[in-house]
């Protein structure tokens, strides 16, 4: 009854705890940041007369670039052409060798020893961009399209492999248990206990890894691993700036509908 | 004839499963292991086929020593050993067919397990054994499009498609709502005594283990407290083996389980046998 008895207490204020409790380090490390973008600025020259110069160049090479010219088609499609059959062979090769390597990287299916060399592949490579990678493989095996397929291999074994190897973990150990209990060997066990139930996520990231291997495709020419990539660069390097945005155009296209192909088709089967 | 000697699992969290336990299975006997959650039902029949390694002890199957088996050696064992489980594990992206002709795969090679060309043999007997658990003309149906009895039909028969010399049994009722429960524990007994199995059949369901037992081992605390024929058992050694509850009414409804199935067996005699009896029916 008298729970509101006798004076009211002073209203307590409340404020939300910050999220670092020393102040020392809260400002501090504020402060470390601001002095970094100072100093950084300075380093660069980020020079505004610089930025303003520039607007005009850019504007006139917009303006170089309309309307696009296509008379070099042949140039254009053989390029476009080169990426495809970069992209579709780096994929069948890489999707089929990440199989073992994600066997292997799957912790319930290999002893630790095997487990850890595996994952280690596994990080190395999908640490590195593609790019890098390709710069290695052009040094190592010459210009052209071998030195990008290559390379889209290994970075499809990286990232199916790695997927796949998540998904291998995350399967139900009954039903490998059961297939254990019949006297089936560690291969049997892999064909009726892991694989049926990992499948449809195989071929989802088999579609996923072609999708991006053409997105990847066209650029890697870039650094001089083929494709479409090369075309563009070496456009820009002759100052073809209609025929570098048909090029362009093209690329932007072919993505289009590899992103739109590959979205169907997965949409489909999971 | 299974014969298990002083069986110790200690888990590596310290936790023991099994202390100093000793039981043999005559061939064709069907025993039930009752014993709460935790007694150490499931170690023990998985430490048979070596699906958990036992600590010390020994198990012998028709004369060899299970526990001295290498790695390769055993997976020849367990292709004797039949297994079937509380929550199915079939092969759920898998047909009917390919779960029950698993049971072959010990005893095929690789690529006829890959290419799934099954001998002609095994096939006619993974029919016969569909027919015989009710499930005719299911043999294209994925098994994750089936209900829980039909699966555990399923499970029976891979486990029968092994021709094993033993059959262990992990709570195959424990999913299932009772009728079915009765029906799939009744079709498993049954079909052991007819091929003369030893059973080692796991289950905490005391009325449905003496309705289809012949024998009755008792678990608790690891340990095996009672070992006896159905009639043996009355209150004080649930009681031992559970703890402490009224036991009246189990004892009593176990007996009139027996008295009710009699009669509806008799009652079933002359007219034609469903083995749609869970409702496979329906669907």
């Given at each position: 009854?008298?729970v ?26 504020l ?7 100072v ?5 660069v ?20 670039m309309?309307p ?8 254009l ?6 990426s ?5 062979f780096?994929t069948?090769?890489?999707?089929v ?12 299916m ?30 190592a ?15 499809s ?9 998540e998904?291998?973990?995350?399967i ?11 006297g ?16 449809p ?19 890697l ?8 990539g ?8 002759r ?14 296209a072919?993505v ?15 | ?11 590596p969290?310290?936790?023991?499963a ?6 043999t ?32 002890g020994?198990?012998w ?23 079937i ?5 079939l092969?759920e ?18 690529w ?12 006619d ?32 028969a ?26 799939i ?12 199995l030893p059973?080692?059949?796991n ?34 050694i ?8 009224d036991?009246?009414?189990t ?29 496979i029916?329906s669907v």
């Amino acid at each position: 009854m008298t729970v509101q008895s006798g004076t009211p207490a002073a209203p307590r204020s409340w404020r939300k705890p910050p999220m670092i409790r020393n102040p020392v380090l809260r400002w501090g490390m504020l402060l470390a940041v601001a002095v970094y973008i100072v100093y950084a600025v300075e380093d660069v020259n980020l020079d505004l007369a610089r930025f303003i110069a520039g607007i005009p160049k850019a504007v006139e090479m917009a303006g170089d670039m309309v309307p696009p010219d296509f008379t070099r088609w042949p140039l254009l499609l053989e390029g476009l052409l080169e990426s495809l059959q970069m992209a579709i062979f780096s994929t069948a090769v890489g999707v089929v060798l990440s199989v073992p390597i994600a066997v292997g990287a799957a912790r319930n299916m290999v002893p630790k020893p095997v487990y850890l060399a595996f994952r280690c592949y596994l990080g190395l490579v999908r640490t590195l961009p593609e790019v890098l990678i390709a710069i290695f493989l052009v040094k190592a095996f010459g210009f052209g399209a071998f030195a990008g397929m290559l390379t889209l291999t290994v970075a499809s074994t990286g990232f199916v492999g790695k997927l796949l190897a998540e998904e291998i973990e995350a399967i139900d150990p009954g039903e490998v248990e059961a297939i254990r209990a019949t006297g089936s060997g560690w291969l049997k066990v892999l064909l009726y206990g892991v694989q049926p139930q990992t499948l449809p996520r195989y071929v989802g990231l088999c579609i996923y890894r072609l999708d991006i291997n053409l997105r990847e495709s066209t650029i890697l020419g870039i650094v001089g691993a083929g494709g479409i990539g090369a075309t563009l660069y070496n456009a820009f390097g002759r100052y073809e700036y209609d025929f570098a945005f048909a090029i362009l155009l093209s690329i932007v296209a072919l993505v289009l509908v590899a992103e739109w192909a590959s979205g169907a088709i997965r949409a489909r089967i999971t | 004839m299974l014969q298990v000697d002083s069986l110790t699992k200690t888990y590596p969290t310290g936790q023991k499963a099994l202390d100093g336990c000793s039981l043999t299975v005559e061939t064709g006997q069907v025993v039930a292991v009752i014993g709460p959650s935790g007694a150490g039902k499931s170690s023990l029949i998985r430490c048979v086929n070596r699906l958990v390694e036992p600590t010390q002890g020994r198990i012998w199957l028709d004369g060899t020593d299970v526990t001295r088996l290498g790695r390769n050696q055993m997976a020849r064992m367990r292709r004797h050993m039949g297994m079937i489980f509380q929550e199915y594990n079939l092969v759920e992206r898998l047909t009917v067919m390919e779960n029950v002709l698993s049971g072959r795969l010990g005893f095929v090679s690789f690529w006829q397990a890959f290419l799934r060309r099954f001998p002609q043999a095994d096939i006619d007997r993974a029919f016969e054994l569909l027919d015989q658990v009710g499930l005719s003309g299911y043999e294209n149906s994925r098994a994750d499009a089936l209900s829980g009895g039909q699966r555990q039909r399923v499970g029976i028969a891979r486990a029968l498609m092994q021709e094993p010399r033993i059959l262990l049994v992990d709570e195959p009722t424990s999913s299932l709502d009772p009728r079915t429960a009765r029906t799939i524990l009744g079709l498993i007994a049954d079909l052991a005594r007819e091929r003369g199995l030893p059973a080692l059949i796991n289950i905490h369901d005391v009325g449905l283990a003496l309705m289809f037992a012949e024998r009755v081992v008792g678990l608790s605390q690891a340990r095996v407290v009672f070992d006896g024929v159905p009639d043996q058992l009355d209150e004080h050694i649930l009681t031992r083996i559970f703890g402490e509850a009224d036991w009246r009414q189990t004892v009593r409804h176990a007996g009139d389980d027996e008295r009710a199935m009699a009669a509806a067996n008799q009652a079933d005699d002359g007219a034609p046998v469903s083995p749609h009896a869970d409702g496979i029916g329906s669907v």
